[in-house]
């Protein structure tokens, strides 16, 4: 990670008892095409990483290649075809629809993300159906690698917030934007800080509200 972020992360002293505690972590953003990136964010919604892992797997031996498919190659198969690798509906339906906007041209390529900001990736996202704002935040994290991105409603970043600064409750996500503006422009380190706060040791138990 960016050590200049670290630092100026370091001003805030609860950031900087987290960053203590945890030590450094190291980012790589994976810079996969957005449609294979989005397809797996979809499958792996509201699932255990075990569960969505098998259902991922049995999702691309419908292609028999051992590759991601192609947007082209996913509207050659059915919903039903799709739910037999265990998808439900909805996400099935989600799939195509994101599948048939990759084909249509409303999906960007990795390099027209590039020259685009986050607010207009967000915006081309989420008008894929079963793509909302939290979503389209992973991509930008851990897919695009931006560099000042807070997704104040995911609840590993809002109990972080709780234990870094030992409140009773979570922050609501409107309270946790707030405060995060002091970390601009570099609130996607202290997003990831955050979600490590939640893996240390007693305080999650501590400060559960």
Request: aromatic share 8%; proline share 7%; charged share 25%.
């Amino acid at each position: 990670m960016n050590k200049r972020a670290i630092e100026f992360l370091r001003a805030d002293p609860a950031m900087a008892g987290i960053i203590e505690r945890v030590g450094p972590i190291r980012h790589k953003p994976r810079r996969l095409p957005p449609f294979e990136s989005l397809a797996q964010a979809i499958v792996y919604q509201q699932l255990s990483g075990k569960a969505a892992g098998t259902i991922f797997s049995r999702f691309l031996a419908l292609f028999g290649t051992g590759d991601f498919p192609a947007p082209g190659d996913v509207l050659r198969l059915d919903c039903e075809m799709l739910r037999t690798a265990g998808l439900s509906r909805p996400k099935a339906g989600y799939i195509l629809d994101l599948a048939q906007k990759a084909c249509d041209g409303l999906l960007p390529s990795l390099d027209e993300c590039d020259a685009m900001t986050d607010q207009e990736i967000v915006a081309r996202l989420t008008a894929v159906k079963g793509v909302g704002r939290w979503t389209a935040d992973m991509l930008l994290i851990f897919n695009l690698g931006r560099p000042d991105v807070l997704p104040v409603h995911d609840l590993g970043v809002r109990r972080g917030f709780q234990i870094a600064h030992r409140k009773r409750k979570m922050p609501e996500p409107e309270a946790l934007a707030r405060h995060g503006k002091r970390w601009s422009p570099h609130r996607t380190a202290a997003a990831l800080y955050l979600w490590r706060a939640v893996d240390l040791p007693g305080d999650s138990e501590q400060f559960r509200g």
